[in-house]
């Protein structure tokens, strides 16, 4: 020992006390030093003045008979050993003292130094092994009462045995409120079969086995939350006699991953829309090049047959089939955002008040109406005719998602988004936008349904009672005006589109004039240059172009009218160029002719509106979507020519 071990000798018979002393100081097995008192009194205020390794106590002290110094001395000092000094015929009192506190008793005619020795280096590590299993005790209760899962214990019948305090903190339970309940009575009903499925697989097997199931478990505030739970069979080891789950709090993973599947799938069908709308531009582009060829010869044949003609009644019928054909082409255009827009600033709740007396007999009398206009509300950018198509196709689809009545809102805001909302909608960017809401309390959408609600030609209607493009329409105006739509809806509970468009705050600015159709075909005289690789759509305008007084150089490509344009022996007062062309662009041919004559118009045609923002071409220059028919045409190619003395003047034909 490093030092003299220090023992404090409680004894009644201070005689023998004193001897006893004297004796163990000269005997070999211990070499420590003592104090006498007699009584329990005596003995606290030692104990409260000094620090002493050992307690000899004898059992007839005068103010503490019995077992009443064991008691006391054992709460006054618990950490110091103490040994009860007894008779050989106290002993069964001795070994009672045991129960009161006390380490070990010795006899009183016993008592050695090498005794008493033996008996403080047992006692030393027995209370040094005791500290140790306490710390641990600690250190482990440590673990588990601050483990970020929560950890349990089950019967085989799934019976609850412990559990620990972290059950609090993640499930806002006590302990104690979950023993001797069934783990099931917490469950979600619909992973309760799930989960006893897991526990009957982990009790049936023999040995320490594992097995993970993720269920969801009620809050002690009625919410669920999903848990990642382990079960170990510890049926066999003695100690635990159980099963041990434990339970890892998985919800705010299982959002994430919800989250980043909402996200793919948004991606997903972004992509897939995207790649139809490419899909349904190029058909309808191709489309367009037959129906200009098509309305352009009807046009020729009744402007050549007299209003008696019988055969006048057929070509009618063919000019409205191919003005239905034409129609169709637009709103894949619309989808495909690749139409003509005349935006300008709008004031949504202007334009819904205006349109409300329509849409009001549109609907029907046992459908309500609700019109909701926010105050203050921000102006947008868009082209008025495409918003009112907007609302009348989502209203329309309202109504017929109530053919028993029901109700209609439509709702105006103004909303601003911030990083937080891409979670919801897929990429938005943040700002300040204009919201325009519409939703109705029909029959509602099933997954799959809004899934495919915005593809083109998709419809739960019966054959012959919508195209499927409605709703086609709608997303390629939304998305073509820089905004982005949203649906949400269920089987039975309705349905709500929200349609987001950037707010704006400039002045109303006013529309670029258009080309009105008339009877008439325009006359003239200048020369034109026609470059247009589709070989139809070329001979119609070449036709119509000769038959109004015009002399004509035709091309199917640009290096052919470069080559013409080149070798002719007049000026060309005009070029009337297709804007998608093989191996050379309509803009290509425009700037090479520019680069000589600046002043030189030029008419851009194309079945693509966006062909002609992508060209880039200048303000004083003309397009012409397809499909027009020889009227229209004639007036832009005379309204341009008529314009070339004054380039500040900037017309767009459509």
């Not at 009672?96 to 016993?110: I, K, M, P, S, V």
């Not at 205006?354 to 206009?373: A, P």
């Not at 209609?408 to 938005?428: D, Q, S």
């Not at 001979?539 to 035709?554: D, F, H, I, N």
Request: with cysteine.
């Amino acid at each position: 020992m490093s030092r003299r071990p220090c023992v404090l000798l409680v004894e009644g018979d201070e005689a023998y006390g004193r001897a006893l002393l004297d004796r163990l100081a000269g005997e070999a097995g211990f070499e420590g030093a003592g104090t006498l008192v007699p009584t329990l009194a005596g003995a606290i205020d030692a104990l409260a003045q000094a620090t002493f390794d050992l307690i000899l106590l004898g059992l007839d002290l005068p103010d503490a008979p019995g077992l009443e110094a064991v008691t006391r001395l054992n709460i006054v000092a618990p950490d110091v050993p103490l040994i009860v000094l007894a008779e050989a015929a106290e002993e069964a009192t001795a070994l009672e003292a045991l129960g009161h506190g006390a380490q070990e008793y010795l006899l009183r005619d016993e008592v050695t130094g090498r005794a008493l020795g033996r008996s403080l280096r047992f006692l030393t590590h027995r209370r040094r092994a005791a500290e140790e299993v306490a710390r641990r005790e600690r250190f482990y209760r440590s673990l588990i009462e601050n483990s970020s899962e929560v950890i349990s214990i089950l019967d085989a019948a799934g019976t609850i045995r412990y559990t620990s305090p972290s059950v609090r903190r993640i499930l806002g339970y006590r302990p104690e409120q979950l023993l001797g309940n069934q783990l099931a009575d917490f469950l979600h009903p619909e992973d309760v079969e799930l989960a006893r499925e897991t526990l009957h697989d982990v009790v049936a097997r023999h040995g320490s086995t594992l097995a993970t199931v993720e269920v969801r478990i009620r809050h002690h505030d009625g919410h669920w939350r999903v848990l990642e739970l382990t079960l170990e069979n510890r049926l066999d080891d003695p100690v635990v006699a159980g099963v041990v789950g434990n339970a890892r709090d998985a919800t705010d993973r299982k959002k994430a991953e919800e989250a980043l599947d909402m996200s793919q799938e948004q991606l997903r069908q972004f992509q897939r829309i995207e790649a139809i709308g490419r899909l349904a531009g190029g058909v309808a582009h191709d489309f367009n090049n037959l129906l200009t060829a098509m309305s352009g010869h009807i046009y020729l044949l009744q402007s050549d047959i007299s209003e008696q003609d019988p055969r006048r009644i057929h070509l009618d019928e063919i000019r409205r089939s191919a003005e239905r054909a034409a129609g169709l082409t637009r709103q894949l255009l619309a989808f495909s955002r690749k139409q003509v827009l005349h935006p300008r600033v709008l004031d949504l709740n202007a334009v819904v008040r205006d349109f409300e007396g329509m849409l009001r007999r549109l609907i029907g009398e046992d459908i309500e109406l609700v019109v909701r206009t926010g105050q203050d509300l921000g102006r947008v950018r868009a082209d008025l005719s495409q918003i009112e198509q907007v609302i009348m196709n989502l209203v329309v689809n309202a109504r017929d998602a109530m053919p028993d009545g029901g109700r209609l809102v439509i709702e105006t805001a103004n909303a601003r988004l911030g990083a937080n909302h891409p979670r919801k909608y897929g990429y938005v960017r943040p700002g300040a936008y204009v919201l325009l809401a519409v939703e109705d309390t029909g029959h509602g959408m099933d997954e799959r349904t809004r899934a495919q609600a915005f593809e083109p030609f998709f419809t739960t209607k019966e054959v012959g009672k919508g195209t499927g493009l409605g709703l086609a329409t709608v997303y390629g105006i939304v998305k073509q005006s820089n905004g982005f739509i949203w649906v949400d809806s269920e089987l039975g509970r309705g349905t709500r589109f929200e349609i987001y468009l950037p707010r704006v705050d400039e002045e109303p600015e006013a529309l670029r004039p258009a080309v009105e159709a008339g009877e008439r075909l325009c006359q003239g005289s200048e020369t034109i240059l026609l470059v247009e690789d589709e070989e139809a759509v070329r001979s119609l305008a070449t036709g119509v172009l000769r038959r109004s007084g015009y002399t004509v150089l035709e091309a199917d490509c640009g290096e052919e009218a470069l080559r013409l344009a080149r070798a002719a022996d007049r000026r060309i007062d005009l070029l009337v160029t297709d804007v998608v062309m093989p191996r050379m662009s309509g803009k290509e041919v425009a700037d090479a002719l520019l680069a000589d004559d600046p002043s030189l118009p030029v008419l851009f045609i194309s079945g693509y509106a966006a062909d002609a923002l992508q060209a880039g071409f200048h303000p004083r220059h003309g397009f012409l979507q397809k499909p027009f028919t020889p009227d229209v045409f004639s007036r832009a190619v005379r309204a341009l020519l008529d314009s070339a003395a004054a380039p500040a003047r900037s017309p767009t034909y459509s």
